[in-house]
Structures are given as C-alpha cells and as structure tokens.
C-alpha cells in the first residue's frame, strides 16, 4: 500500500484485525494530529477534546514548551539506563519533583515509566521500610492493570475478569461517598473493622489513596476523611501513600489533590500529565522511607528516560511560568457551574462530581431508586462525539461521564463544547421519548 492512504474504515478494520479485543477503544475513530484542546482524525474532522489522554494532557497536544524541550534533548541523548549512567535531566526533575511535593522536608524521587509501575515500587517501598505484608487500598480506587495494580483496584469489571489469583496480603476498605451515604465517619469505622477483623493495623504496610478517584467515580475525599487518614496512620506507623496519578499537575485547582486537605503524604505516586504525553511517572517520598530498599532494589530499563524527563521539566516550567493552576481553578469553576445548570434540566442526572478542572455527571435512574444508569452515559459520551466533543466513562458501574479537557483550554472552546453536551442531552431525551 504504499503511497496510497488508507480510509478511516480500512484502518478501523485493520485494528480489528491486528489489535486484541481486550483492548477496548472508545470511540470508532482515528487520530492523526492534534493541538491544544483539538485533535482530527483521519476523515479531517475537528473534536473539543475532553478526554486528554485520559488525563495526559493538562497542558494541551504539543505544547510549544514541550516540543522545543523534546527536540533539544534529541540531539543530546536518548537512553542510557540511569542504573548504567546517570544523566541531567533525570537529577533535576528528581530535585524539582522533591521540592514541589516535600515542601521544605528532605524528600527522594525514582523515575519510572507508567503509572502502575509507580504504584507497584511505592508498596515495595513501604514494605522495605516498614518490614510489613499488608496494603490497604479503596472501594472504587484504581491503581493499575498489572497483577499488583488489580489486585489493588476496588473493583471488579473491567479489570480483574478471570485474572487471578491475585497478589496477597490486600485488602480494601470502603471510600467515602455521602450521595451513597457513606459519610468520613462511616469509612473511618470501617476501616477500624478492617483492623480488627482482617489484618492489625502493626502488619500494614501501607495505605494508599486516590484525593479523588479517577476511574471509580470522581469522588473527593473530604478534608476530614484525609486528616484523620493521616492521624491514622502516623499513630501506627503506616505508610500513607497518595495516588496522584490522575489528580496531579493543576487538574484539583492545585497542583496536587492532596493539599486541598493540608496533610503531608509519605509517599506520593505521580504520572500522567506529568511530561505532557511522554510516558513517565515517578514515585516522590520521604528520604527516610525512600532510601529503605538496598541498591539494586528498585529501577526500570526505561524508567526516567531522559526525552520524557526533558518533557516533564518543560511541562513544569508552564506551571511555574504560565499560571495553569489558577487557569484551571477558574476553568473548573466555569465547568461546575455549566454541569450544574443542566443537572437542573435533567433529572437523570443525579450529581455533579468533582473539584477543580476534574468534573464528572453521574447518570441515574429517575424512579427516585438512584439506580446507576451505564446506558445513558453510554448515549451521552456517543452523542457528543456525533457532534464534535470526545469524552469518556467511569465509575464501578459506567454511568459517570468524566471531563478532563486540558488546562489550556479557551473559555470560548469551554462554551462550545458545553452547548454540545446541552445538545447531546436534549438528543437524548428527545429519542427516549420517540
């Protein structure tokens, strides 16, 4: 086939063809460039894009700052293996990665490539430090696909299907979510049950935790959940471990999730928006509990790769230099208030999540059940897509539609995309009553 172009259904049929079913594709389409909050497929049309990488791209497709850097460090070098040679550019994002997350304590970073390979390495941390089995994690958190990532994930499809067995020595406890009726008190004492029913809290390595769940639902944990999370675990030594994989780098309104409550995690799992599209992640913690694997315990052929760490030092620079996380304070204000007014309009709508710039509309039943409704969330992410805005599912039961535009997103670029959700909801409506 060459000098020929293939059509958008050649290839969509290659995938079928080439790619394995298990790897679920949202929307039927082909992407061949994009720029800022926009990309186009193959067929030349133009989308809002409200996805971003699921939650890659906080600051835009091919930020200039980021394509400069990545340019300038392929001249330099690409690879090397930080456990063969050390290089610049990884020693400085370690630096402004302890500084931004220690805030002032002496803090230690590893670079690794995905985000359940920061997961992964921040539980063989805590256990190398605290000489303990046991990991607690969330109802409805999401922490990765591989063995361990599942193991910790809280809940059931699609990710754990016929994988198992399982890692050991997990165990979960319920997330707070008071539209369920679960309140901080609620999880609090079901955590204590935990302890007295499953494993001792002297056996517990770590506790880790999404500031808000990202596939599970855009649930925020409150302040109070989080600061008696912290007392808890300092009194028995544990080793609190923030997952900001999907809530990091401005999407909250701050940079990270966890200083809307003003706790101090010991460690913290970064990755994502991290180097605005290059694959890196890193897991940043106390030096003290960081330095507690002997050498050689921990490092990755690919981790801290030196064009993404150029990336992500690029990508730290537009925060530092740009204002996005006022920009997306405001963006996310804007957004509450839109999602807000059509939640009036619609009943089956049955709460609005989220902080900042990461907003979801949970979809329920209208008989007054709150009885999750996946099909019309399904109905919604297809119908915007028809007309020109990509978003995609969450939650345990796929009936959240999530937003997670970049932070560079124009204020004209928000009022557009939210007349086509205001659109894609009146559809909706329309055709369920034909």
Not at 230 to 251: A, C, K, N, S
């Amino acid at each position: 086939m060459s000098g020929s172009r293939r059509t958008p259904e050649d290839l969509l049929a290659a995938r079928t063809a080439n790619v394995p079913r298990g790897v679920l594709t949202a929307h039927p389409i082909v992407v061949e460039r994009a720029e800022g909050a926009r990309i186009w497929d193959t067929a030349g049309r133009c989308y809002l894009d409200f996805v971003g990488g699921i939650g890659v791209l906080n600051v835009g497709h091919n930020h200039p700052r980021v394509v400069a850097a990545v340019q300038a460090q392929l001249g330099k070098i690409t690879h090397t293996a930080f456990q063969v040679a050390a290089y610049e550019p990884y020693i400085a994002l370690a630096e402004r990665l302890n500084t931004l997350i220690g805030k002032g304590e002496s803090y230690k970073s590893i670079l690794l490539t995905t985000g359940a390979e920061a997961v992964e390495n921040a539980v063989k941390i805590a256990r190398g430090h605290t000489n303990r089995p046991g990991i607690i994690s969330f109802r409805g958190g999401f922490h990765g696909r591989t063995l361990l990532g599942v193991t910790l994930t809280g809940f059931a499809a699609p990710y754990k299907q016929n994988f198992g067995p399982f890692a050991g020595e997990v165990f979960h406890a319920p997330y707070p979510d008071s539209y369920r009726g679960v309140s901080s008190e609620n999880a609090i004492a079901a955590l204590e049950e935990v302890f007295a029913t499953e494993i001792a809290p002297d056996r517990v390595a770590a506790i880790i935790i999404e500031p808000v769940q990202g596939d599970g639902g855009f649930l925020q944990a409150p302040v109070e959940f989080m600061r008696a999370l912290r007392e808890i675990t300092r009194r028995h030594g544990i080793v609190l471990v923030v997952d900001e994989i999907q809530t990091g780098f401005g999407r909250t309104g701050k940079m990270f999730g966890f200083e809307h409550s003003g706790i101090q995690p010991d460690l913290v799992t970064v990755a994502k928006s991290l180097a605005g599209g290059f694959p890196i992640s890193a897991v940043v913690g106390k030096a003290e509990i960081m330095d507690a694997p002997a050498p050689g315990g921990l490092g990755g052929t690919y981790g801290g790769n030196a064009i993404a760490c150029a990336a992500a030092l690029a990508v730290l620079d537009a925060f530092q230099q740009d204002g996005l996380v006022e920009r997306a304070a405001a963006l996310g204000t804007k957004l509450s208030a839109s999602l807000e007014a059509l939640q009036a309009r619609h009943e089956d709508i049955g709460v609005v999540r989220g902080i900042g710039f990461m907003r979801a509309l949970e979809f329920v039943s209208t008989d007054g059940s709150r009885t999750p409704d996946a099909d019309r969330a399904h109905q919604v992410m297809e119908r915007a897509r028809d007309r020109g805005m990509l978003v995609i599912k969450c939650g345990v039961h796929r009936n959240i539609v999530r937003f997670l535009a970049p932070i560079v997103l124009s204020d004209a670029d928000l009022d557009e995309a939210m007349r086509i959700l205001a659109d894609a909801l009146d559809a909706d409506r329309v055709s369920a009553a034909a």
